[in-house]
């Protein structure tokens, strides 16, 4: 069965540091999203992607943030100068399209900041 | 804007006891609700879902009625296994199937033998 995968499954880094989380979608799909979860909170959306631009971003996803499709494939997420509190767990997850409303979820890259 | 309010964790059970973990929500317009389930050491997956009011999502023995009266999608399984042990997570979307998923806080499910 396809599925959404993430790489690394735990980083851990230093403070002021840059971060990039990779997710590899659905090859079919064709939008794409980047939610987050800080321990013991609500899974929140940072952003969507669809036609190679961001179609929807909340007010996490500051100028510190950025998304990339660089070959296709790949679907990247990049703090550029992470904080402690960007510590979390960061799922990726992708969607055909159409009414469907199921999205298929990565098994999450857990970023940890010292 | 968008919210979804989930019975807090954890919650711990026998097996085959009777299961409900409460979801309510608030939105404008007409929602899709979901329930996806996180098990240890996965990413999380659909378990269910309702389109429009009194639709009911069923999968793997769970049930949840989307009830526009009460903003709610409680989830329910009459006899759980300790194979349910897992994380629930109530969501919502916009109408049109392809908007960003709003989540609860998740509900730790823990089911003993």
């Known amino acids: 069965e396809p599925e959404v995968t993430q790489t690394p499954s735990h980083q851990v880094t230093q403070m002021g540091q840059e971060v990039i989380l990779r997710c590899v979608p659905i090859s079919n799909h064709l939008y794409f999203y980047w939610y987050r979860q800080i321990l013991g909170q609500k899974v929140e959306f940072l952003v969507s992607?669809?036609?190679?631009?961001?179609?929807?971003k909340s007010e996490i996803f500051d100028d510190q943030f950025s998304v990339e499709r660089p070959d296709g494939s790949n679907f990247t997420l990049k703090i550029r100068s992470t904080k402690l509190e960007d510590s979390a767990m960061y799922f990726c997850?992708?969607?055909?399209?159409?009414?469907?409303?199921?999205?298929?979820f990565g098994e999450g890259s857990r970023l940890t900041v010292l | 804007g968008d919210s979804v309010t989930q019975m807090e964790g954890p919650v711990t059970l026998s097996e085959e006891a009777f299961l409900t973990i409460n979801c309510t929500y608030t939105a404008t317009g007409y929602p899709s609700l979901f329930w996806y389930v996180q098990y240890p050491g996965e990413g999380l997956q659909l378990l269910l879902k309702a389109t429009k009011a009194d639709d009911k999502g069923s999968n793997k023995g769970f049930e949840a009625t989307y009830r526009k009266e009460t903003t709610s999608f409680h989830l329910e399984k009459g006899s759980v296994q300790v194979s349910d042990s897992a994380v629930y997570f109530c969501a919502l979307s916009g109408s049109f199937g392809n908007e960003k998923l709003t989540f609860g806080t998740g509900t730790r499910l823990t089911i003993i033998p």
């Open positions: 992607f669809y036609n190679n631009e961001i179609s929807e």
């Open positions: 997850a992708s969607l055909a399209g159409g009414n469907t409303g199921e999205l298929f």
